[in-house]
């Protein structure tokens, strides 16, 4: 069994290397363009162009200011423990709601509801007087087609 694996792995590494050859026998020569190809022209030119040379020196510097991998370590170690910290405080049964009064004296002294009181005799004759002006307003809609 094993024989016939290595069998198929050494064909298949063959194969692939063959391939990978082939594929990449001439890396600098251009490919062939489609002459049926809006921009084949265009294509073919900017082919034969050639570009800017580049020097060791278009490279740019090793950045400084770059963390060292301890640095980086010690990042992660801290915010780990900055959240297990706030996942330990922010449990389940962990805190209690005190010293609560305070705050509803404050929230009923902000809300300052209005005093309810009986409507008037007054109260009721504007409220009558009202709905008697929008009933004269009022019109019945269009009768409809049957």
């Not at 600098?28 to 073919?44: I, K, L």
């Not at 805190?95 to 305070?102: G, P, R, T």
Request: glycine share 6%.
């Amino acid at each position: 069994m094993n024989g016939e694996t290595r069998k198929i792995v050494r064909m298949g590494l063959i194969l692939g290397f063959a391939a990978g050859a082939t594929a990449c026998a001439s890396p600098f020569s251009s490919g062939q363009v489609d002459p049926s190809s809006p921009v084949a022209a265009a294509a073919t030119a900017a082919a034969k162009v050639k570009g800017p040379r580049r020097k060791f020196a278009d490279i740019p510097a090793i950045p400084t200011d770059v963390p060292t991998v301890d640095q980086i370590r010690a990042s992660v170690v801290q915010q780990q423990a900055a959240g297990a910290a706030l996942n330990k405080a922010t449990a389940p049964n962990t805190w209690e709601l005190k010293d609560s009064e305070s705050y509803a004296a404050r929230a009923r002294r902000d809300a300052n509801p209005p005093a309810l009181a009986a409507p008037t005799e007054a109260d009721r004759a504007n409220t009558e007087a009202f709905a008697r002006a929008a009933r004269g307003r009022a019109s019945a809609p269009p009768s409809q087609p049957q």
